[in-house]
């Protein structure tokens, strides 16, 4: 079946975010922001709350062992797939030679996804870039999906650009190096039985690729245009949505309240609802307000109230 899923985006796409985003979409695939193997293996919060729905677990890493035990430890939780980050290009996973640099070593990449999968019976993922510096070929991309899929990898996700490892920061890498759809569909095409994600530059999820790749993922624009995910269901079952959005806001709002999440972390995910629209200015300044304010109550008053339909509309 298609997949349509929001990408995994540092800082954003947060256990509070996942949660608005699935009373949107019943359908649409959603993973975590990468967490560091080292970290999950140190006992950092990866509980999977049950209003977020199928979770994928991204994890960033480059030895096989502590991917491995950082599964081991994730396998207690509801994950649904684990992803490994071999596409992002930080200064911070240049460090720990991961990320986009694991784009350079495929047997390395190959020795993750097996060890990973020893510890579990889910699919093990790899989300990457179609080439980093000067291994930028379709030979050498070729070479790296296939050695994936040899180890086992049940999915790739390909961003349809290249990094650069040096000279570009992680958003003009995300900008600068152009968009090349074409090689995903010929990526596709080489290897026709492999189940390949097809992200970057896209706005909408109404896609002409259904029949040919394995799914679309959009990160920045459900971030700028929330609602868009309400698109998603439709397009899965083919019936009209039923999600009220001005609903779903306040019950959103009402949940991470008496959560105790912090507005500071709850309400960015809002931020980008009605962008364009006449009231949207004026809904963003209201939630920078309260997160000023922590107040820790977000959206209990009328005035709220009104805004919320102002940019739900
Ligand atoms: C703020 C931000 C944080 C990101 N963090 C991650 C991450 O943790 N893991 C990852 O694989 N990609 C990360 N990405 C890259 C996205 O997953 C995605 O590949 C990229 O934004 C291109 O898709 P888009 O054009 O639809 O946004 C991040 C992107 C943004 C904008």
Known sequence: MFSYAVAPMMAYTHRWARIFYRMLSQHVLLY??????????????????????????????????????????????????????AGCPSDRVKQGSFGACLLKDPPRVAAMIRAMRQETHRP???????????QDSDDHLYRFLESCLNAGCGRIVLHARKAWLSGLSPAENRTIPPLQYDRVLAAKARFPDADIMINGG?????????????????????????????????????????????DSVGRYIAFCNDAGARPSLFFPPLMGLGRGKPGARAWRQSLTDIIAQRTGQGGSGKHHTLLIHSVTQ
């Open 32 to 85: 975590t922001e990468m967490l560091v193997d080292q970290a999950v293996i140190h006992g950092c919060d990866i509980t999977v709350l049950p209003q977020e729905g199928p979770v994928i677990l991204q994890l960033g890493g480059s030895d096989p062992d502590t991917m491995a035990r950082a599964v081991g430890m994730a396998e207690h939780h509801a994950y649904i797939a684990y992803n490994i980050n």
């Open 124 to 134: 093990v993922e790899v989300k990457t870039r179609l080439g980093v510096d000067d």
């Open 202 to 246: 896209l706005r909408t999820f109404e896609n002409p690729w259904q029949e040919t790749l394995g799914g679309i993922m959009l990160g920045r624009a459900v971030w700028d245009h929330p609602e868009i995910l309400l698109t998603v269901d439709p397009l899965v079952t083919g019936q009209a949505g039923s999600v009220d959005l001005a």
